[in-house]
Nanobody, 122 residues
Framework: QVQLVESGGGLVQAGGSLRLSCGVSESIVSVNVMAWYRQAPGLQRELVAKISTYGNTNYADSVKGRFTISMDNAKNTVHLQMNSLKPEDTAVYYC????????????????WGQGTQVTVSS
């Protein structure tokens, strides 16, 4: 079935940048929102940023001004440009598709990627 494939994670120094990408494995009918979440060990998963197919965005306060989410609707791909990274940004980052429909006449369902590690050293 549908898979979300993430890439771009890695190790960077504080102040550096990374760009995460997440693509859908197969053709879809539509999706309402794509988002990035993150989870550090022992902590709850939290929303980082989300974007609708119309370009409406929302960011966690902690990343405003530093992260930018974007989506290529034609390719069903979402990106997260992360600048001015801080050690507290260290986490596993998960891509999420909300309301993704794989065929006409069906309801949309949510899908999660497998996660990609982002580590920011001080």
């Amino acid at each position: 079935q549908v898979q979300l494939v993430e890439s771009g994670g890695g190790l960077v120094q504080a102040g550096g940048s990374l760009r995460l990408s997440c693509g859908v494995s197969e053709s879809i009918v539509s999706v309402n929102v794509m988002a990035w979440y993150r989870q550090a060990p022992g902590l709850q998963r939290e929303l980082v940023a989300k974007i609708s197919t119309y370009g409406n965005t929302n960011y966690a306060d902690s990343v405003k001004g530093r992260f930018t989410i974007s989506m290529d609707n034609a390719k069903n791909t979402v990106h997260l440009q992360m600048n001015s990274l801080k050690p507290e940004d260290t986490a596993v980052y998960y891509c999420k598709a909300e309301g993704l429909r794989v065929r006409i006449g069906t309801r949309g369902f949510d899908y999660w990627g497998q996660g990609t590690q982002v580590t920011v050293s001080s």
